[in-house]
């Protein structure tokens, strides 16, 4: 039986390493750029965690979790997301005593039992932020700018769609409002929204089942039923997204999978992977720092891209990354020269050039196969007799020109020589 990795788990092959490293170089630098600071998070925590934050009547929490006992009998549970890890360190940590407004990123593997197809894995990565002290809406329209920004420097294109969730105000008024809507249409609905009415009403709005849309063409809008702070901080969201010349969309049926929203929610959507349609999304979770125990009154908010949606989109954009090429590729014949051409080669790594040589010492010709293969700008070249003449050939893989190098002192010396000419 052939060992396989588990299905919705991906290897990242060599091929794809180098899109998957310009993702965080970017992500970092710009993240630093916004006034973020990483912090990283174990993979597991005590189950309670997430049930807490995500909420219960979740999908995540109900059906995803890959959730076990430990050895000692506590139920523990590897991460779905970033935020309610990040949170639980900042209150373990009392991170607010170091600074009002704390500005946390962390990049990693999340864990999510769903059934795998493009773009949705099991296991995934997430570059996820946390902005946790500060309710001002310049906030949410600065945190939207940087992830557009993010997206914008991949050289990716995609929507972004934001929303109002309202705060415990306003959202029993627009919960009330919206089952009386539904109550009319009750014998239409699917299972899941007749479930739903009872144990999270909001998610009737993201019903993917054509028939309950149908029946919820009309339905009370959340934007519309908003408390006059929620409206006012909507409103200057909106009025800063356009400052900064963001375009975006409301959509008032985006609810989000995770129930600690309040107020503004987003996701950046795009139409290029088929059902996964959003490459990052976040929202404000105002409640959540005193609902898992830490100090009142703060606030919070973030988002999250998913770095194998990012990485496919790249890769369809630019078809891959190619390799970088050789600097110097050693041919060398015979057991001495193999040995000096081994120390070469770690002086020429050492001083910065990326080298390579043949570790079978096969024939001249398939060496020079191999450097062409390699795409080496130069193939420095010596056997018994240019050891004996004490001199060997560096060859221009491009214009195929050749000199010849002095093979006086040791194989650092030779290496010095190579530099000089390969500048
Ligand atoms: P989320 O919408 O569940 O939010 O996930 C954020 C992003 O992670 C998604 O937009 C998607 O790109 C990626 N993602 C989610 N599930 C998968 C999967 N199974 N396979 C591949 N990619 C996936 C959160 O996780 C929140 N913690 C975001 C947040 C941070 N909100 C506030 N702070």
Not at 328 to 336: M, P, S
Not at 377 to 392: Q, V
Request: proline share 5%; charged share 25%.
């Amino acid at each position: 039986m052939s060992l396989k990795a588990l299905k919705g788990f991906k290897d990242i092959l060599p091929s794809d390493v180098a899109t998957w490293q310009r993702i965080e170089a970017t992500a970092r630098e710009i993240f630093h750029r916004y006034g973020f600071t990483e912090i990283r998070v174990p993979i597991l925590e005590k189950t309670g965690l997430f049930v807490r934050s995500i909420g219960e009547a979740t999908d995540i929490v109900e059906k995803e979790m890959y959730t076990f006992e430990d050895r000692n009998g506590s139920s523990i549970t590897m991460r779905p997301e970033g935020t309610a890890s990040v949170l639980r360190a900042f209150i373990e940590h009392n991170l607010h005593l170091l600074q009002p407004i704390q500005r946390l990123y962390t990049i990693g593997p999340m864990f999510r039992h769903e059934r795998p197809q493009k773009g949705r894995l099991r296991q995934f990565h997430q570059m996820s932020v946390e902005v946790l002290g500060a309710d001002q809406p310049m906030v949410d329209s600065e945190l939207m700018a940087m992830a557009w920004q993010l997206l914008t420097e991949l050289g990716l294109k995609v929507s972004l769609e934001i929303n109002s969730l309202g705060c415990p105000e306003c959202r029993p008024a627009y919960n009330k409002a919206l089952l009386d809507f539904v109550c009319e249409r009750s014998d239409q609905l699917c299972e899941d929204c007749q479930r739903r009415r009872q144990t999270n009403p909001l998610r009737i709005l993201d019903c993917k089942n054509e028939e309950c849309r149908e029946q919820y063409k009309g339905v009370p809008e959340l934007p519309d039923h908003l408390c006059a702070a929620c409206e006012d901080h909507f409103a200057e969201v909106k009025r800063l997204l356009a400052l900064l010349e963001i375009p975006f969309k409301v959509n008032a049926f985006m609810v989000r999978g995770l129930d600690y929203y309040t107020r503004t929610t987003f996701e950046l959507i795009t139409t290029d992977l088929g059902a996964q349609s959003a490459v990052g999304a976040g929202g404000r979770y105002d409640g959540l720092v005193a609902q898992l125990g830490g100090p009142k009154n703060m606030p919070g908010i973030g988002f999250a891209v998913g770095m194998e949606r990012l990485a496919l989109l790249i890769q369809q954009n630019e078809m891959g990354e190619e390799p970088t090429p050789l600097d110097l590729f050693i041919a060398a014949l015979g057991d001495e020269a193999r040995d000096l051409a081994f120390k070469l080669m770690q002086a020429c790594r050492k001083s910065g050039l990326k080298t390579a040589m043949d570790p079978a010492g096969r024939s001249l010709k398939n060496q020079m196969k191999q450097a062409g293969k390699s795409q080496a700008r130069y193939t420095f070249i010596f056997g018994e007799d240019e050891l004996a003449n004490n001199k060997a050939i560096l060859r221009n893989m491009v214009n195929k020109e050749q000199q010849e190098i002095p093979l006086s002192g040791t194989p650092d010396a030779w290496c010095d020589n190579i530099s000089e000419k390969l500048k």
